[in-house]
Structure formats: structure tokens, C-alpha cells
């Protein structure tokens, strides 16, 4: 089956259109996996990050299907290991850095009465600090690009405007997450980086499955995000978006 990303790059180079490269983090399930079968379906390169890509068979069959996929492992949280890979796709162009990676956390111990606050510096190392350290750490990589864009996936429970209660140290890392990329925005723009942090909707992965509200299709998710993404422009950069295309409060 790899001969589909040969495919790709040939009917691609046929009409003169350029193949255009995306990283995505977590990008073995949920929203992080259909986000890198789209892309790779459209004939993007798609460097796929996962923590530990050898035990994710969804992903490594994405591979064999589509040479266009090159995956690589990443934990988010490990900054030596986000400066060596950054460091070995030194010189490769990424048009799109997709800020994927989450964690909700139990929201059972992020409730009153029962916070346990051992596990707020886990969330905001993974869903904060994570995607700051790997703007930063491959800054240069997208500013190579044409198309140059750091995409966040944020959420609406870090919108302090519409905040509901419970999930506190969850919502905080998101609210937080949105700070440190809207300043990143303003530090980046001279360089003609566009950010943007986007709300995928409750979409039905693996982490909405503690709550019983209606929930969005991965696949309608990932299509919206991507339509988002595509919809940034140095004039809209630094705003926070839902995957339908509308602004988010903050
Ligand atoms: N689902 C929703 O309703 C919803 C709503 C708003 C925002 N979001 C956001 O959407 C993003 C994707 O979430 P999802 O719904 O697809 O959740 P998911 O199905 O639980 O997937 C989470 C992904 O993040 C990865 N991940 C977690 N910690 C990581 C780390 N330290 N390093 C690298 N990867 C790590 C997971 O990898 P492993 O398999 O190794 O754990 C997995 O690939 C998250 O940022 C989430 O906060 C989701």
C-alpha cells in the first residue's frame, strides 16, 4: 500500500500544487490520529509524533498505507527528547505544528472536596508547557515553511468567560495554554508565524468518555479543525476558534 504516497507526490507535482508538510503530537488516537489520516489522505507529508509509536498498530498501519507518513516518537512532556528531534529535523520545513497532545486527568480528584494537587503539575506539563516548549523549540522549522502556522488544540473549558465548575486544574492548563500561545503570537508575527488555538468540540475519543453530554464525531472534528487551520491569516492570528469556524471567548 505505500505506492498511495507515491501517488499522492506524483499526482501533486502533475497539477504543480506543493505537498505540504504538518506535525501533529498524540497523534496515535482521538483527534491526533484522524487529524494525520486526513492529511495524509490530501497528500500532505505528515510527521506523526506519539509517545510510543511501536505499540500503536492504528498508526504504524497509517504508515504502511501512506509513505507520506513518517512517524516519530515524542512525549511532550520530555524536553530533551522534543530538542533532539527538533534537532534532527533541523533543516526540514513544517508548514503547519499542530499542538495536539492532551490530558484530561481524572475529573473525579479536580473537584471541591477532593482536589488532589499532585496531578496539576502533570496536566500543565503536558497540556501547557508541553506545546510552548515545542513552538519554541521548532520556531525555526515553521518559519522555513510557506504556510508557517502553530495550531493549538485548546479547549472551551479553558474559556474563562463560559466556565461551568469542577475539572479546575484541566481548565486552568487550557487557559493557560491560550496565554502562553497568544504571547507567542505577538513575540512571532514580525517573523510571519500565524497561531492559533482552536476548540475541537466534545468530540467522542477516549477522553469525553467521563461525560454523558452530546459529543461531535471525531471525523466531523478533525474536518473543522482542519477547515480552521487553513482559515488563519496573520490578520486572525493570536484568536481562539471553535472547529465550527466561529470565535471562542476567552
Ligand atoms: N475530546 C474532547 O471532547 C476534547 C474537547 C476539547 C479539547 N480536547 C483536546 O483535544 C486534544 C486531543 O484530545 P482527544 O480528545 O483526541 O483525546 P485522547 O483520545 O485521549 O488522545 C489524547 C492524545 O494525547 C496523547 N498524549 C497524552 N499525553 C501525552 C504526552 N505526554 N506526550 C505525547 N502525547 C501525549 C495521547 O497519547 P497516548 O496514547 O500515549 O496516551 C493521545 O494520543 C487534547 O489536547 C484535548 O485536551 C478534546
Known sequence: MKHWGLIAALTLAAVGARAETVLITGSNRGLGFELASQYAADGWTVIATARTPDDDDALQNLAAQYGSV??????????????????????????????????????????????????????????????????????????????????????????????????????????????LMRNFAKDTEKRGIIVGMIHPGVVDTDMSAPFDIPKVAVEESATGVRDVIEWYTPDTSGTFMQYTGEPMAW
Not at 99 to 122: K, T, W, Y
Not at 141 to 156: C, D, G, L, R
Open 70 to 179: 513518517r512517524i516519530e516518537p515524542l512525549d511532550v512532556t520530555n524536553h530533551a527528547q522534543i530538542d533532539a528531534l527538533a534537532e534532527k529535523l533541523r533543516g526540514t520545513a513544517i508548514d503547519v505544528l499542530i499542538n495536539n497532545a492532551g490530558v484530561l486527568g481524572d475529573p473525579n480528584i479536580q473537584r471541591l472536596g477532593n482536589l488532589d494537587f499532585s496531578i496539576a503539575e502533570h496536566l500543565f506539563a503536558t497540556n501547557t508547557l508541553g506545546p510552548l516548549k515545542i513552538a519554541d523549540a521548532f520556531l525555526e522549522h515553521v518559519a522555513a515553511s510557506e504556510t508557517k502556522k502553530v495550531m493549538n488544540v485548546s479547549s472551551i473549558v479553558g474559556s474563562i468567560t463560559l466556565t461551568g465548575g469542577n475539572i479546575y486544574f484541566y481548565r486552568a492548563s487550557k487557559t493557560a495554554l491560550n496565554m
